[in-house]
């Protein structure tokens, strides 16, 4: 039995990683499609390490990037979630997504990220969420735009440009 879902939307769930995952997320991560704006796509030991990094997110700070299951088939297609980045020498929040080649244009990744925002103002004791993103990952940027992120700042990250998106908990608007 996979793991309860952690966050639920109208399309998904998000729910912790299991070691099982290693083909269906190597689906989204090894695909050199996908993983332009990163140094490489993963290989498999790669893709083993990065579900067991999320394990020991989930354990010590309460939080990772989660699988993104559809509800409508039960299939894992991508991940979306929360993870700890030290920005600039501060500890931030940083909402990330990697979705499956064939669900790309569905704002399927909005619906998750929008809903990781909302999971991260709720439980995390934070003012701000950001996401780091390559300056020419213009959909990535998209995502961020649409879920009421403004662009902050721009720095070197791994060695590499990044912009850093940023939302106030103070910018959500009021239910
Ligand atoms: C970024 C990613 C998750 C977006 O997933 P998605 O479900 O297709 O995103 P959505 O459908 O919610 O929205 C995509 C937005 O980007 C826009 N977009 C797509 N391709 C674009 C392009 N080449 N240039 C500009 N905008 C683009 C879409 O039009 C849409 O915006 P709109 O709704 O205002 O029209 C997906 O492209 C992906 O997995 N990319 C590879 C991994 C990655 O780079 N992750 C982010 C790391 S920072």
Redesign the pocket.
Known sequence: MPPLPVIETERLQLRKFVLDDVDALSR?ISDPE??R??PAPYDRPRVLEWIQRNLRRYAIDGHGLWAMVLKESGEMI?DCGLTKQRVDDVDEIEI????R?D?????????AAQACRDYGFAHRKVDRLI????PE????R??AE?IGMTLWKEVIWRDLSHCVYATQRADLPSK
């Open positions: 989204v996908t993983m704006y990163y991508g990330g997504y990697h979705l080649r669900h790309w244009g569905k704002g399927l990744a909005t619906e996401s780091l993103i390559r990952n213009w959909p990535s998209r995502v649409r």
